[in-house]
């Protein structure tokens, strides 16, 4: 089926029904730019998952409810579902107890439910499959009260958020403190070193009224005025790998005739998100953040592809753009703008100085690794033919 809802009403009819209806499968909510998984089986909820941040929600939860938690993820059968399939192991394994399996999921449903609350038009697709019936634990599930009881308390938050006026701002986002001489005379050195280590940059709403274990409309709200004054931004985090990508990341590490991916971005947290998603598929990445000097580093292993920032200090990101395609040695070259920077204008821009695609920033894995296997497949697959020739020959002389 598929329709299009908006508000938590809506999302509750569907869910309300797929209850009643005793399914089994996954309802996928998506907006266009983001898409959510919410997976049943017989009308229990098993989990809600997807997202800008699944896997930082799962460690979120795992800090909450059973830090003690130690799961193997090369015993996972599939990337899907991943989440309470690691719950199940901890559960057979007696590691965590049922309630604290269902907490996790608790959690998961309500931040999702949040999410979900705050986007004007939402498309739902159910899947039918009865496969799921193999992966559930007993009892470890939510039934349709508890369902609804989670929802409710999503909405009474997106209510709160919406009345406080802090709509501009999203949880999944991380504060960041801007270097200031209006914040440096206004706070103490001791108390501008514990808020600046605290609002670095590196950890979301989400994480930061985790750690304080406050409301997270609290949390958000006491920095509001601080965000007004211009004395601290947000910005976009991506996400962390999951369990079995960083077990993919360390077999691939090992792997030499990755294809070298460059990435053009004035802070490292682009570099290292691209590399969280690609290495594990066979790439590897040159992280550059500062043109000037690694634009001649990067002609000594020219890369097979370039991922570019607009916004790059004391630098235009068009001419340097242009400036790498005149070059001989990156001519044939895909060179993909990633940028928040995103409009018609700045599209139309790119493509003039001649950039191959365009890809808005913050991307979700999925769309990043589209865009590399759409001018790469074939160079990976000859990459890959060519090791294992290699392979072979060196097993041939072995013997």
Excluded at 185 to 214: H, M, P
């Amino acid at each position: 089926m598929l329709v299009t809802n908006t508000g938590c009403n809506k999302i509750w009819n569907a869910l309300a029904v797929l209850g009643q209806k005793q399914a089994t499968g996954k309802l996928i909510i998506d907006n266009g730019e983001q898409q959510w998984q919410i997976y049943f089986c017989r009308g229990l909820m098993l989990y809600a998952t997807g997202g800008l941040h699944q896997t930082r929600r799962w460690y979120r939860a795992i800090s909450q409810y059973c830090q003690h938690l130690k799961f193997n993820a090369s015993l996972l059968s599939n990337e899907e579902l991943w989440e309470y399939q690691l719950l199940k192991q901890g559960i057979t394994q007696e590691q965590i107890t049922l309630e604290e399996g269902k907490a996790i999921i608790r959690n998961s449903s309500y931040e999702i439910l949040f999410s979900l609350a705050s986007q004007p038009v939402l498309n739902l697709n159910w899947h039918s499959y009865q496969k799921l019936t193999s992966e559930i634990v007993a009892n470890l599930a939510l039934s349709p009260p508890e369902l609804k009881q989670i929802l409710e308390g999503s909405q009474k938050l997106w209510e709160r958020w919406d009345k406080m006026g802090i709509t501009d701002i999203f949880p999944e986002q991380a504060p960041i403190v801007k270097k200031s001489v209006k914040l440096q005379t206004r706070l103490s050195t001791a108390s501008l070193e514990a808020i600046t280590n605290q609002f670095n940059g590196q950890n979301t709403l989400w994480d930061i009224a985790v750690q304080k274990k406050q409301c997270l409309a609290l949390t958000t709200r006491t920095l509001y005025h601080f965000f007004k004054q211009g004395l601290i931004e947000v910005r976009a985090l991506p996400d962390l790998p999951s369990p079995l990508e960083q077990l993919q990341l360390v077999y691939s590490s090992t792997n030499h005739s990755r294809l070298p991916i460059a990435c053009i971005d004035s802070t490292p947290i682009t570099g290292n998100f691209l590399e969280q998603i690609l290495m594990p598929k066979g790439y590897k990445i040159e992280k550059i953040t500062d043109p000037m000097e690694g634009i001649g580093l990067m002609a000594k292993n020219p890369p097979e592809l370039i991922f570019m920032d607009l916004d790059i200090p004391n630098v235009n990101g068009y001419a340097l753009c242009n400036f790498l395609r005149t070059a001989p040695a990156y001519k044939e070259t895909p060179i993909i703008i990633y940028t928040a920077q995103d409009s018609w204008i700045n599209r139309v821009r790119a493509q003039v100085a001649g950039a191959t695609d365009f890809l808005r920033k913050p991307a979700n894995a999925k769309k990043i690794l589209e865009i590399v296997e759409k001018y790469l497949k074939s160079k990976k697959q000859q990459s890959k033919s060519k090791t294992n020739l290699v392979t072979s020959q060196s097993l041939v002389l072995a013997r």
